[in-house]
């Protein structure tokens, strides 16, 4: 089983819809969760993070932790085109060694269609 | 911005020679961390620095290897290149040993192509 798992899409949503952004992890003890935005050639760029089971919103953005059920989504409210992008979710295991290490998924490639 | 810088943007090299990347990290981080991206792949950790030393290494040959320096700036060493290790290479700075909440942030990354 892959550490983090994403659907590698690609997702595509009418502007103005809702986009949800699923991802799965295997380790238990994993501490922070994050999503970060990668336009095509561009590095990775921190949209949100989580760490207590809830929701967080930011903006258009929220992001949901089930650590029962492993699970961490990102939901974005009115998709614009510029949304357009493959989202990464990465995970931040128990310091072992005070190693801050991110373990990410594939990605999923999300289109916004005008 | 983020204000983690890396050099050179773009490079090519020829199979068998070795490349010096080179990270300058957020003011106030104390750790590095290099991650290496192919193509259609999430980023994959190498390694990371705290105040100089490595402080944990991910499944990479020991032919990668770096340093960082008192003012945590950091190089990425990767000797007897070869084909599959032409990547976008990423420099991640954080301020270490900190909270759950800690925030990583990536520089623009350096891309790397072995010919």
């Known amino acids: 089983q892959k550490e983090v798992e994403q659907n590698s899409g690609p997702l595509s949503v009418p502007e103005g819809a809702i986009a949800s952004l699923n991802c799965t992890y295997s380790?238990?003890?994993?501490?922070?969760f994050f999503w970060y935005r990668q336009y095509s050639g561009k590095s990775p760029e921190l949209i949100m993070f989580?760490?207590?089971?809830g929701d967080k919103e930011d903006g258009r953005f929220t992001a949901q932790l089930n650590k029962a059920s492993q699970y961490v989504s990102l939901l974005i409210r009115d998709s614009q085109p510029s949304d357009s992008a493959t989202y990464l979710c990465?995970?931040?295991?128990?310091?072992?060694?005070?190693?801050?290490?991110?373990?990410f998924g594939k990605g999923t490639k999300l289109t916004v269609n005008p | 911005e983020t204000g983690v810088t890396q050099s050179p943007t773009h490079l090519i090299k020829t199979r068998g020679q070795q490349v010096t990347l080179r990270c300058s990290s957020q003011?106030?981080?104390?750790?590095v961390s290099w991650y290496q991206q192919a193509l259609g792949q999430g980023p994959q950790f190498i390694f990371q620095?705290?105040?100089?030393?490595?402080?944990g290494r991910g499944n990479f040959p020991p032919r990668f290897s770096g340093l960082q320096f008192p003012n945590y700036s950091s190089e990425l060493n990767v000797n007897a290149l070869e084909l599959d290790d032409s990547a976008l290479y990423l420099c991640a700075s954080s301020f270490g040993q900190a909270r759950s909440g800690n925030t990583i942030y990536f520089g623009e990354g350096s891309w790397l192509t072995v010919v």
């Open positions: 989580i760490y207590s089971n």
């Open positions: 620095y705290y105040r100089e030393e490595e402080n």
């Open positions: 380790d238990r003890g994993s501490q922070s």
């Open positions: 003011s106030g981080h104390n750790t």
């Open positions: 990465a995970v931040k295991g128990a310091r072992r060694g005070g190693s801050e290490k991110l373990v």
